[in-house]
Nanobody, 130 residues
């Protein structure tokens, strides 16, 4: 079964850190790009970070140098390490998977919403207070 399950969201103070995890099916192992997008009510959906099968990564300008995406193929877990959190990082964070070769492609596709994606999770809430 194709499945993505996020965990690790919660509350944090501005300047703090959180790490999100996404457990994924081995189906996605070597032909899919994987990433994170976020959505806050009243705001545009934003592709946050993506990683391709070769380990290439892409980031939104708003999180560059603060967030790091990585994956552990042995454990089938995708991570998003979030440092120097800001209040504007608040939102629902979704794990996503897309058949692609370049992480930058997934970063762009995630902006279009879940219907443009091959798979996505149920989301995990991140709340950053200042």
């Amino acid at each position: 079964e194709v499945q993505l399950v996020e965990s690790g969201g919660g509350a944090a103070q501005a300047g703090g850190s959180l790490i999100l995890s996404c457990s994924y099916s081995s189906y996605f192992y070597n032909k899919y790009c994987m990433g994170w997008f976020r959505q806050e009510p009243g705001k545009e959906r934003e592709g946050v970070a993506a990683i391709d099968a070769d380990g290439g990564t892409s980031y939104a300008d708003s999180v560059k140098d603060r967030f790091t995406i990585s994956k552990d193929n042995a454990k089938n877990i995708l991570y998003l390490q979030m440092n120097s959190l800001k209040s504007e990082d608040t939102g629902m964070y979704y794990c996503a998977a897309q058949f692609c070769h370049e992480s930058s492609y997934l970063l762009d596709v995630m902006r279009k919403g879940p219907n443009a994606l091959d798979a996505w999770g149920q989301g995990t809430l991140v709340t950053v207070s200042s």
